[in-house]
């Protein structure tokens, strides 16, 4: 009897700038990365599920995203759309040195606009179908 090892993908922080990486270059392809950008999980939060932040001294941002995401039952998709969320923000030049495109991160519906633009409308609706889930447990969970 043989038996088949399934190798479990660890998420850590080197697997979550692999997929930062990969999105970069896959959606991105047209935005310079001007200043050193970095990324790793952070605390576990319930409703922030990533950050960016650009460090006014050093130039650099930090994408956080949440640690929830460290579970393998979150879809990758999902992490990923939060990725390109993020990148979307940095290529709006909100937490970047890019100049700023908009007044307000969100204006409009700027994010999914342009992640739809850029092929990523796919994460988005993943995303979507996600949310709507966790929603419902959360609800659940704290009686609300």
């Given at each position: 009897?043989?038996?088949?090892?399934?190798?479990?993908?660890?998420?850590?922080?080197?697997?979550?700038?692999?997929?930062?990486?990969?999105?970069?270059?896959?959606?991105?392809?047209?935005?310079?990365?001007?200043?050193?950008?970095?990324?790793?999980?952070?605390?576990?939060?319930?409703?922030?599920?990533?950050?960016?932040?650009?460090?006014?001294?050093?130039?650099?941002?930090?994408?956080?995203?949440?640690?929830?995401?460290?579970?393998?039952?979150?879809?990758?998709?999902?992490?990923?759309?939060?990725?390109?969320?993020?990148?979307?923000?940095?290529?709006?030049?909100?937490?970047?040195?890019?100049?700023?495109?908009?007044?307000?991160?969100?204006?409009?519906?700027?994010?999914?606009?342009?992640?739809?633009?850029?092929?990523?409308?796919?994460?988005?609706?993943?995303?979507?179908?996600?949310?709507?889930?966790?929603?419902?447990?959360?609800?659940i969970t704290h009686g609300w």
């Open positions: 009897m043989t038996s088949k090892s399934k190798t479990a993908i660890n998420r850590d922080d080197r697997w979550l700038l692999s997929r930062l990486d990969h999105i970069w270059d896959q959606y991105f392809p047209n935005i310079l990365q001007t200043n050193k950008v970095f990324i790793k999980f952070g605390r576990f939060a319930k409703y922030r599920l990533g950050s960016i932040r650009l460090d006014k001294k050093t130039k650099i941002s930090f994408i956080t995203i949440t640690s929830m995401f460290k579970d393998p039952n979150i879809p990758p998709e999902v992490v990923d759309h939060t990725i390109g969320h993020e990148l979307v923000h940095y290529a709006h030049g909100f937490s970047s040195v890019h100049p700023r495109l908009h007044k307000y991160p969100h204006a409009g519906g700027v994010v999914k606009k342009e992640m739809a633009e850029r092929g990523m409308g796919y994460l988005y609706e993943s995303y979507k179908k996600w949310i709507k889930s966790y929603r419902q447990t959360v609800r």
